[in-house]
């Protein structure tokens, strides 16, 4: 075998070697706890014997929890919150990135540098840290912003007030992707359309725009995926407000039945249906959007 071919040999191996932390950190972390809970799901605790010797062991269930889990309620109802905070939270925080970032491109910005850290900070802050926060912010005690004057923890309030921690929490995140994608423009395009005559939020509009539509396509599909996955800023704010019970939101349901109910088999039943939904929707939603902007392309 000649040196040549080795070292092709090596060169064809060294991607693989690149990803292969990933992949082993994901069957670790994702992949192998997936599959304990889909085994978990298909079991049940049963009681046998009287009260005073009786005790407690594992059966299978089959999809017997599953039934149960479709036929909850009160997850149900918790579906429906999970989906009108998304509808809150996904456009507000999409259209505030774009605008954020398409602001921060135009020449006539200054203390870019400062604007952009000032927005990205939030992102850098836990969610725990920001929801208690804000939640001091919301307090009719504590409030500096007419908290007590405004509810800020009534039925209908108490959606936007978490929507809000949410939004400026992933604000700068997607913001720095779209912007990343705006300076990455070939300045030539900008200058001929200034030279046949355009102004700024024309070739904002016609070029730029749709130019970054791919970037702001990823930043609105990490944000359903996170709005699907909404747990810290509700279960922060729970002790805060009547309006937030602890099965607010499906995850909030799932903590409970594990560690509150200690029934970690519907939890694990519903935690698979969970996910099956999400990864659902995010892929009808990413098809979706992804089939838009090729018809705008055309």
């Not at 809150?88 to 910005?109: C, G, Y």
């Not at 604007?115 to 208690?132: E, M, Q």
């Not at 409970?256 to 935690?271: C, E, K, L, R, V």
């Amino acid at each position: 075998m000649t040196r040549s071919s080795t070292n092709a040999r090596r060169t064809s191996r060294f991607p693989y070697l690149l990803v292969l932390p990933a992949v082993l950190l994901f069957a670790a972390f994702v992949a192998a706890p997936g599959v304990y809970a889909g085994v978990l799901s298909l079991q049940r605790r049963k009681v046998n014997g009287g009260l005073l010797g009786g005790g407690t062991h594992t059966v299978w269930a089959g999809l017997a929890n599953y039934r149960d889990v479709l036929g909850d309620s009160e997850l149900w109802s918790g579906v429906l919150r999970m989906l009108a905070l998304g509808a809150i939270t996904v456009p507000a925080t999409v259209l505030l990135a774009l605008l954020f970032a398409v602001l921060l491109d135009l020449e006539r910005t200054r203390l870019k540098r400062v604007t952009r850290l000032t927005i990205f900070l939030p992102y850098a802050v836990p969610g725990v840290i920001a929801s208690l926060m804000w939640g001091f912010l919301y307090l009719p005690a504590t409030s500096p912003i007419g908290g007590d004057r405004v509810d800020f923890f009534g039925q209908a309030a108490v959606f936007f007030s978490v929507a809000n921690v949410a939004v400026w929490g992933a604000v700068g995140f997607n913001m720095i992707v779209i912007y990343t994608a705006l300076r990455a423009l070939p300045a030539e395009l900008q200058e001929s359309a200034r030279l046949d005559g355009a102004s700024e939020w024309q070739i904002v509009l016609r070029i730029k725009v749709p130019l970054v539509l791919p970037a702001v396509v990823m930043c609105a599909l990490f944000t359903v995926l996170a709005a699907l996955q909404v747990f810290n800023e509700p279960n922060t704010l729970k002790p805060l407000s009547n309006a937030v019970s602890s099965t607010w939101v499906p995850l909030m349901k799932i903590y409970d039945d594990a560690f509150g109910n200690s029934d970690i088999y519907s939890a694990a039943a519903t935690s698979v249906v969970l996910a099956v939904a999400a990864l659902t929707v995010s892929f009808l939603t990413a098809r979706l959007i992804q089939s838009r902007v090729k018809q705008e392309a055309k």
